[in-house]
């Protein structure tokens, strides 16, 4: 996309998009009314394009501002299901209809797949945000969670039940369970626990022709699909059946800010990379850097007495962060999930974006690094990163139970040998005008600067599926699952063979 600067081509596309779009929202007009008369018999909310609530429907779950513009390839209906025959109803009216359907759990989308068209064609949103029922057995120690609940919305109903168990998923509470659970779900225990699709043991998916399917009646090869292999590809996901897992009464906080002055944040990220990665399971330490600094933050399952001499050791620990007592937080596990989000427990079940979030678009991409980078290319990164003022790198330390996954227990398969995961993100407020046309083009520049020192051994160059980036190229499927993508396109097969559920990066039919 970025090397779209020869205007001849670039009119041409855009004559060709007008023209497909011309074509499409004619020919899908006699299937739109059929669509529209259909939900409406099966008693499914649906509100129309033009009608007074569905801008505002829409937009309330639109996670990345910039497409809160009126460029952004809306659909034409967003439909709202209450219940399960709601959803099978929808999912029928559609296909008979030969209406697209796309799935928004929470909105979180990097590229707004779940709610936008880039490829203009016209499409019904099936909105789950009313479908985020939780009931959490403490006897067995799992939960079943509707795909529209948030990620802190499970959090807290599990500490309600008991404040020894946890689960181990994202660390954005407003992130949608949908989503989230279809490509992996990362967070500070899942360096104990693994991702959020390792600790997944049933699904009901409503597919293609309507028909509800569980674990058993989906087979084996669709249950390992849908745990990881994105969402938006096999059907719709209505709810996730996990195991919980057991989280000691107190954990341990810290955060500890490294300003680069004379290169000491230069030199602290640069021992990260091997320290942090080999920690025991129990201590995830997080570094970002921003503004001229490393901050790490980390939460440890265990008390700051544990955690102190772990930190403190010369031998195996990350001495040079001066850690004291001070810098040590004891709380329960879900008032570590509220201080990661700077909110509070109760904040934990708030639905709506931050501040921030709200009114800044932002362009992301992923990396995953198996080799420390040297610390002249670190210097080099923090200078980069010093001319974008809002630009910020995310390095999440793997390691522990990630390790010990192999690679195609579930589609998500950047596990041994994986050092960190990198993200590279930049920000902008969606008013300032350009559409953040610089702040993109540095987070492109960024990641064609990292080429080599990222995922050297593992070709192609690996990429985190939720954090979803257009800008991969059509070899995106190997790039997200490795060897497992073959496998993705051989359930896609079994479950929608005629390709109902798609989007532009959705597991394709196999060739
Ligand atoms: P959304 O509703 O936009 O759906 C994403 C995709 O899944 C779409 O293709 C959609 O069609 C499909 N889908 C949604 N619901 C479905 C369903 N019920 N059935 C089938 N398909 C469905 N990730 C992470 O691992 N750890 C983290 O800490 C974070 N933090 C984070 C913070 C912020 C601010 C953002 C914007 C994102 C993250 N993420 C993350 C990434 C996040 O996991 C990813 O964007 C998820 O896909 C979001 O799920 P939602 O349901 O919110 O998105």
Request: charged letters at 20%.
């Amino acid at each position: 996309m970025h090397k779209c600067l020869d205007l001849a081509p670039l009119l041409l596309t855009l004559t060709c998009l007008f023209c497909c779009f011309s074509m499409i929202s004619s020919s899908s007009q006699a299937s739109s009314d059929g669509f529209l008369q259909c939900v409406t018999e099966a008693n499914v909310s649906v509100l129309e394009q033009g009608e007074g609530l569905f801008n505002k429907q829409l937009n309330k779950y639109i996670r990345n501002p910039k497409f809160l513009a009126n460029t952004t390839g809306r659909p034409l209906y967003v439909v709202m299901p209450a219940n399960a025959p709601h959803v099978q109803a929808a999912v029928r009216c559609g296909r008979d209809n030969k209406m697209p359907i796309r799935v928004r759990s929470g909105g979180h989308d990097y590229e707004g797949l779940s709610y936008r068209s880039v490829d203009a064609g016209g499409f019904a949103m099936l909105d789950m945000s009313e479908l985020r029922t939780i009931v959490v057995d403490n006897q067995t120690s799992t939960a079943w969670v509707e795909s529209g609940a948030t990620l802190g919305e499970l959090y807290h109903a599990i500490s309600e039940a008991s404040n020894l168990l946890g689960f181990p998923a994202g660390v954005c509470t407003t992130v949608g369970v949908g989503g989230h659970f279809s490509g992996g779900g990362f967070g500070t225990l899942m360096r104990k626990h693994g991702l959020a699709v390792d600790n997944i043991i049933d699904a009901e998916l409503v597919v293609a022709n309507g028909t509800l399917l569980n674990k058993t009646t989906m087979g084996d090869d669709v249950f390992w699909a849908i745990r990881g292999g994105g969402g938006g590809s096999f059907g719709v996901v209505l709810k996730w059946q996990v195991r919980l897992v057991t989280v000691p009464e107190t954990v341990s906080v810290f955060k500890v800010s490294v300003h680069n002055r004379h290169g000491a944040a230069v030199n602290a990220v640069t021992k990260w990379q091997k320290v942090a990665p080999a920690m025991p399971g129990e201590l995830y330490i997080r570094a970002l850097v921003q503004n001229d600094a490393a901050v790490f933050r980390a939460v440890f399952l265990g008390t700051c007495d544990a955690l102190l001499p772990m930190m403190t050791s010369k031998s195996d620990g990350i001495p040079w962060l001066n850690l004291r007592h001070s810098d040590c937080k004891e709380m329960t596990w879900i008032e570590s999930m509220a201080y990661v989000n700077n909110s509070t427990v109760k904040g934990l079940r708030k639905r709506t974006a931050s501040d921030f979030d709200s009114i800044h678009g932002f362009k992301a991409t992923t990396d995953y690094v198996r080799h420390p980078i040297r610390r002249e290319v670190w210097t080099k990164i923090f200078d980069k990163q010093l001319a974008q003022p809002m630009a910020q790198v995310v390095l999440v330390p793997y390691g522990g139970r990630m390790s010990n996954v192999s690679e195609d227990a579930t589609p998500f398969p950047h596990r041994a040998g994986v050092l960190y995961s990198l993200q590279l993100y930049n920000y902008w407020p969606v008013e300032s005008g350009d559409g953040g046309a610089m702040q993109t083009r540095w987070v492109r520049d960024m990641y064609a600067f990292m080429a080599p020192y990222v995922s050297s051994e593992s070709k192609p160059r690996g990429a985190y599926f939720n954090c979803r980036d257009l800008d991969l190229g059509t070899n995106w499927g190997p790039k997200y699952f490795k060897g497992n993508y073959e496998r993705l396109t051989k359930a896609k097969a079994a479950i929608d063979p005629h390709n109902y559920f798609s989007n532009e990066q959705s597991i394709p039919l196999p060739k």
